[in-house]
C-alpha cells in the first residue's frame, strides 16, 4: 500500500502536466479539424471529413510537403555526418579538445529566431561585399534573393545549429565504446578505418539511433529559422510545410484545415520516426 501511495505521489504530477500539456490540446485539436472555426466567432459547425478532404486539394500544402521532404534528406544527412566527423576528431586526442566541443556547440544555444536574424545578414551583407572585393561570383548578389540558393542556405544554418549538439551524443557514444575491443583490433593488424568500419560504427548504433531521431523530428517541425531567415522567400520557393500550417491557421483564419494539416504532419513525423527507430534497435541487437 505505501509502494502504491508513493508511486502516485512521484507520477501523478508528471501524468497531469503531460495530460494538461500535450493530451488535452491534441484531442481539442483533433476536434477543431472536425469543424469550420476561424479562431474568432464563438459557434464551431461540424463539417466532419470536409476538412481533411481539403488538405488532399490544399496543392501548396503538398508543395511544401515536397520541399520540406527534400530539406529533412540533406538536413538529416550533412547533420550526422558533420556530427560524427566532429566528435571522431574530438574524440582522439586532439589538443584543446575541450575547447573546439564547446565551441561547435555554441550555435545551438542560440535561439532561432535570433539565428535566422544572424545569418540573413551574414549571406545579405558579409557574403556579398566578400564577393564584391574578391570578384567572387558565387557571392556577387544574396543567396537569400535567389530561390534555389536560399533553399540551400536553409540547410547550411540548420547544420551550423544542429552539428554542435548532435556531436555531443556521437562524444558520449565514442567514450562508452570498449578500449579492449579497439586495442584487440589494433593488435590484430586493423586499419584505422577497418576499425571504423567493423566495430566502431556498430557499436555507436544507439548513439545514431537517438541523433537520427531528434534530427528529423526537428528538421520536420522546423519554423523559427524559416521565418527570420527567408519568411518562405523569394517567390515561396522556401516556404516549409510548418510556415504553411501557421499561415493556414492564423494568417488565413482557417483553422480547421491548418489544424487538419497539422495533424497529417504530425502522423507524417510519428511513423517516419517510428520505422527509424525500429530498424535501428534491430541494428542494435544485430549488432
Not at 116 to 126: D, L, M, N, T
Request: neutral net charge; hydrophobic residues 55%.
Amino acid at each position: 500500500m505505501d509502494k502504491l501511495k508513493n508511486l502516485v505521489i512521484f507520477a501523478l504530477p508528471g501524468i497531469s502536466i503531460f495530460l494538461l500539456v500535450v493530451m488535452v490540446p491534441f484531442i481539442y485539436g483533433f476536434y477543431l479539424t472536425l469543424t469550420d472555426w476561424n479562431g474568432v466567432k464563438q459557434v464551431k459547425n461540424i463539417v466532419g471529413a470536409a476538412n481533411y478532404i481539403e488538405v488532399f486539394k490544399d496543392i501548396e500544402f503538398w508543395t511544401s510537403m515536397g520541399l520540406t521532404l527534400k530539406y529533412v534528406l540533406f538536413s538529416v544527412v550533412l547533420v550526422n555526418v558533420v556530427a560524427f566527423m566532429l566528435a571522431y576528431i574530438l574524440t582522439n586526442g586532439v589538443k584543446a579538445q575541450n575547447f573546439f566541443r564547446t565551441g561547435f556547440f555554441t550555435p545551438n544555444l542560440i535561439g532561432g529566431v535570433v539565428l535566422g536574424f544572424i545569418w540573413q545578414f551574414i549571406f545579405s551583407r558579409v557574403l556579398v561585399d566578400i564577393g564584391e572585393s574578391t570578384g567572387w561570383g558565387i557571392f556577387s548578389a544574396s543567396w537569400l534573393s535567389n530561390p534555389d540558393k536560399a533553399f540551400w542556405s536553409l540547410v547550411i544554418v540548420t547544420v551550423w545549429q544542429l552539428s554542435g549538439y548532435m556531436m555531443l551524443i556521437y562524444i558520449a557514444g565514442f567514450t562508452g565504446l570498449s578500449t579492449d575491443v579497439l586495442e584487440a583490433s589494433s593488435i590484430d593488424g586493423a586499419t584505422g578505418f577497418q576499425k571504423l568500419k567493423s566495430i566502431i560504427m556498430p557499436l555507436m548504433v544507439p548513439s545514431f539511433v537517438v541523433c537520427l531521431f531528434l534530427t528529423l523530428s526537428r528538421a520536420f517541425m522546423v519554423y523559427d529559422v524559416n521565418l527570420t531567415l527567408t519568411g518562405g522567400e523569394p517567390y515561396g520557393s522556401t516556404r516549409l510545410v510548418a510556415m504553411h500550417v501557421y499561415e493556414k491557421a492564423f494568417t488565413a483564419r482557417n483553422y480547421g484545415v491548418g489544424q487538419a494539416e497539422a495533424l497529417f504532419l504530425f502522423l507524417l513525423v510519428a511513423i517516419i520516426s517510428g520505422i527509424q527507430i525500429y530498424i535501428g534497435k534491430k541494428k542494435e541487437v544485430e549488432a
